[in-house]
């Protein structure tokens, strides 16, 4: 793949400096490029001379007539080959090029090889740019626009990943006097501008998924105001992302992209995860955890505690009711679920051992009962009959509902998991498993568990049946 390198010479030019070259006069000249001597009839030039590409900005030694392309025709071809490494055989034009990077047959000929000046500006709008990342990360193996082609999930996300990275390559390599990037001058120490590469990643993961919430690509000015305006918003000028800002952004997640799907939101979280390992946020603001109000957290620790725990309260033995996980049920309902840390000063965890369910009403009832709840799942989790005595001396029905405890177990054992949450939770099975088919509840269960130890996260305890079906 071509790259951007001001640095390297061609081992062919002669020693003729030409000095301060305005980029206009450097990256325009497309005409006389096509005659090039390197070049075939259609202007391509070979493999080698490929190879021995410059740019001309900032160059001493060289001569205008060696420039073979712009930098938009680097970052084309580039975007191109990587087309041509997956399917060697198969001959893409540029008009499918153009729809598949566009939804526009003529915007390569007709728009992105035309270098006009945009507001005195010679370089390809950022937002184009973002368009092109936004198309390809759209494209699906049943897209129209991949008919010529036999393609898999694999050599899709290859291209994916590698068309992004050739854009953002691009934009990182400033190529152009009116840069992409400037780091933030508030920050004392100096680096270069590819230290900010993950927050410029961070902007546009978040970007592409506010574009998704509204069906197609914003512009970043409307991506800003759905996002707060944060250092990072503004890829001119950015800057580390705020810790506490970052934690509240986490939690809104679901609130500010509610029409994107489960599996966009959790690439989402995904990236925004490596994000913050690579900033090491995580050992640096102590609250609730950034995670705390991820959906894919939720999924997890509903699922893990509704099972070790049979959806019945550790306290007062009542049943969890469905309806307290609907997604639309008020968070002030007294029915509302909540889930509670068991030890005082842990609110940064979202292990599922360290927390228990219950609803709004009875929530504040668990605080400083630490050892009681320890021991009362240290005394469920072993699955025996006998009611403990902590509930038999403090309940009045408490055989009543022991019995509704033993109940749930039972069909758990005798009829399966997933029997157990179409039954008992259908609730959560619309908000967390509204796309799995019958019959594969249980094994979308055990794959959301398995996940979520290889996620990093301990392994949850539960009661033996259910850890040798499930881990």
Known sequence: MNKINPSKKSEKLEDQQIPNLDSEKLFCSINHIKKSPHCNANGIPSNSVLDEIEILKDSKKTRLEDVLYTPREILLNNIKDIFKKEFPNICLSDFD?????????????????????????????????????????????DDEKLKKMVITSQILNRIKRDVR????????????????????????????????RPEFELFLDLWYSASLNYRGPIT???????????????????????TKYFYK?????PHIFPKISQDDLKLLHDNLKKYIKIRNLSEVYHD???YWDDEVTKKAQITILLLRDSGVEILTLETIPSISFNKYLDLHDSSKYQRHHIFTND??????????????NTHTSLEGLTNIIIDLITERIKWNDFCPHFYLNNINNAQLLWKEFLKRRNDITDYGIEYFFRTYYPDVVNRFYNNVPNDLLEFEIKQVIQDWIKDGNPKPILPKYLENLLI
């Open 288 to 290: 609730y955890s950034i």
């Open 347 to 360: 609110k940064d965890s979202i292990d599922p051992n360290r927390l228990v369910l219950s609803v709004l």
């Open 220 to 242: 970043i000015r409307t991506f800003q105001k759905r996002i707060g305006n944060p250092a990072f918003s503004t890829p001119t000028k950015i800057g580390i992302c705020n």
């Open 165 to 196: 990275n050739t854009v953002i390559d691009f934009i990182f390599s400033n190529p152009y006097d009116i840069k992409y990037i400037k780091e933030d001058n508030r920050v004392k120490f100096q680096k270069d501008t590819n230290f900010w």
């Open 97 to 141: 090029i153009s729809m598949i990077i566009y939804n526009n047959q003529k915007f390569i000929k007709d728009d992105f090889l035309h270098a006009r000046k945009v507001n005195g500006n010679l370089r390809p709008d950022l937002l184009v740019l973002m368009k092109i990342i936004y198309n390809i990360q759209s494209l699906t193996i």
């Open 249 to 253: 952004l986490f939690k809104k997640l």
